[in-house]
Structures are given as structure tokens and as C-alpha cells.
């Protein structure tokens, strides 16, 4: 099946951030391919979307597995017959000291954060190369990435760091087939995965969950957390003709938390 709208594709589409910007990119006129390793939830979000009267299909996968993700890549060239972008956005972590990590924990993380990334970027790339006509892909980062002292742990950290600079150089070396490369860097955002971390947390210091919240917010200077919206407005606008000349970086979501 061919369309003439742009197919986007969304790892991690299930919930929270990837989510919102599946239906963003829906509510913008395109297909949408909702990929997690949870089949449920993907197919829940792209119930969602074909309710705004785009094509929407969602896929099980597993990004830490590369065979998999050629898997993904295949399906949906011959479903949409092409995929103009790409959205890194499936991610793990858990609340954890840095004398805590075990190995099993660093490989968890960079398994799905590191190498998932870099190998759904590649093969998508080849897609985009093999199209001829450029593509856009946007990596899911964080401020932990740049130092944030809030961060889940010291392996998250390492992670989203290794995608800041892989958007650099992957930018550096696919601009010359007119595809641009950037990530996006959020901070605090209501999703399930940071309500898991805030519990936790208030847990082990033995305040209420209410206590560790405003807490939270009230060291963000826009005194407010972002909503998972605000992430998709980023990518909407990475995604659009207006950004075409924007590639290799990557941007701060925070509400003013890292200023750098």
C-alpha cells in the first residue's frame, strides 16, 4: 500500500511521550507506525490515530534486537511503501544510586538506549538513502544527558548522553542524502515511567508522593513539569519544512531546569 501523506514512525508509541507524538504527527496529516514491545498499548495509540482519518499500524518490537528492528523497517515500506520519519523515542531506567548499578542494569539500559537507537537510526536511514528524496529523525534524549543532577541514574545518564553525540555525528555523516538528524532533551514530563521514579523516591526518603512532587517542581524555574504535548510540539516542529536546514542538534525541554 502507498500513501501520499509521509509515514512516521514512533517507537515506544505505547504511552507517555511516545504516545502524544504519535497522535501529533497524526493531527499533522501523516501515517503514523506505533512500534513498542508492548503490542497492546501500540495498538491502543493507533486506534487513536485512525480515528483522526490517517493510516495507523502498530507493530511489536523489541528495539534492543536488530533483527527485529529490520523486521519493522520492511513491514513498513510494504505497508506505507516508504518512511520519511523516524522518531527514537523507546526507553528504560529505573531509580538507582550509582553504587547500586549492576552490570545486568547498564546493559538493560544501553541495550535499549544506546544500541536500540543507533540501530533503528542506521536502518532507517538505509530506507530514507534508498528512497532518494531525505528524511528527518528525531532522538528522544534527556537532560540527564547533559548533566542533570536529578537524573534516574548514572547508566541512564551515560545512555542519553551517547545519543546527544550520536546526533551529532550521524547528522554530520547523512546530511549529504538531505537527512537531518536531531534529538530533543526533555526534563521532568508526567509520564508513567517518571510517576514510577517520583514513588520511589519519596519512598526512600520517606515523605508523600505529593511532598516529592512539589519538590520537583518548584526547582523547575517555569514551575511546571511538561506534559508529553510538550515534547510533541518539539518534534512536530523538527518534522516540518520549517526546520529543513536544522540538523545535529539537540534541544532542551525543561522548563529551564539546564540552561546549556
Known sequence: MTSSRQTALITGAGNGIGRAIAIAMAENDRNVVCADIDLSAAETTAATIRQLGVEATALKVDVGETSEISNM???????FGRLDILVNNAGVTRAADIME???ADWDKIHRV?????FFCLQTAAKQMIEQGDGGR?????????RGFSGTSNAAYSASK??????????????????????????????????EGLVKTR???????????????TDNIPLKRANEPEDIAAMAIFLASSGARNITGQ??????????S
Open 161 to 194: 548522553g551517547a545519543v546527544i553525540s550520536l546526533t551529532k555525528t550521524a547528522a554530520q555523516q547523512l546530511a549529504k542524502h538531505d537527512i537531518t538528524v536531531n534529538s530533543i532533551c526533555p526534563g521532568v514530563t508526567t509520564t508513567e515511567i517518571v
Open 113 to 117: 538506549n544506546a544500541k536500540g537507537v
Open 101 to 103: 548499578l549492576t552490570e
Open 73 to 79: 523497517i520492511q513491514d513498513i515500506e510494504r505497508q
Open 137 to 145: 529523525i528525531i532522538n528522544i534524549a534527556s537532560i540527564a544527558g
Open 250 to 259: 539537540s534541544y532542551n525541554v525543561d522548563g529551564g531546569l539546564v540552561t
Open 202 to 216: 519519596a519512598e526512600a526518603r520517606g515523605i508523600s508522593v505529593e511532598a516529592m512532587v512539589k519538590e520537583m
